[in-house]
């Protein structure tokens, strides 16, 4: 065990965090052991214990600070095109899921349907969604809650399609990102008065099949 520094609680808990994520990142859920994780930080299990009662509540608690950060460096913005965006946001989820792909499969597959997983999964994707009708031309009430429906599905057809890829991947990842891109635009262009993406698809499709 390495020598056990002296850390103020919102620090040592930062840490526990740190070394919780990792292990998640590199193990499957059931293989991380809390007394592992003490150990990599340097601290007693009873303090480990004290800041996080179970794996369970470590797990939730990495789970959360991933989604914050995953809102964080998503970038919506009008000055930047639709399809920018969503490229922008793709590849940042993206990044994450591959980095941290045990830790995405023991989300939706091994604690599927634990209520707070769930939450914390549901509020990202929530947030996302507001996002990105903040962003788009909508021309009245109506439309805005049709569109908001529209990615409210589409949002969790990609949570689906990436946790499948993940598992077993039949297509590239910019493949990958180019289907999803392309059902939300397919969904919506009925829905508004602009096309939001009218250069999409791109005419060299060579370049996003690499």
Not at 8 to 20: C, F, I, K, N, T
Not at 32 to 37: A, H, S
Request: glycine residues 4%; charged residues 20%.
């Amino acid at each position: 065990m390495p020598p056990r520094r002296r850390l103020s609680p919102a620090d040592r808990r930062a840490q526990l965090l740190a070394v919780g994520a990792r292990l998640f990142a590199a193990h499957p859920y059931a293989d991380v052991l809390m007394e592992e994780v003490a150990e990599q930080a340097g601290v007693s299990r009873a303090l480990l214990y004290r800041h996080f009662p179970s794996k369970h509540a470590l797990f939730a608690a990495v789970y959360q600070q991933a989604a914050d950060q995953l809102l964080a460096r998503t970038r919506l913005h009008p000055a930047d095109s639709l399809v920018e965006q969503l490229i922008q946001g793709m590849d940042v989820h993206l990044d994450y899921f591959l980095a941290n792909r045990h830790a995405v499969l023991a989300a939706n597959r091994v604690l599927a349907g634990d209520p707070v997983i769930q939450t914390i999964m549901t509020n990202e994707l929530d947030a996302l969604r507001s996002r990105l009708l903040a962003v788009l031309p909508l021309a009245g009430e109506g439309t805005r809650e049709a569109v908001s429906d529209v990615l409210k599905s589409w949002l969790v057809f990609v949570r689906v399609l990436c946790v499948d890829w993940l598992t077993h991947e039949t297509c590239t990842r910019t493949q990958l990102r180019d289907v999803c891109i392309g059902a939300v635009l397919g969904a919506l262009r009925p829905l508004l008065a602009q096309d939001p993406a009218p250069h999409w698809p791109p005419q060299e499709s060579g370049d996003r099949l690499e």
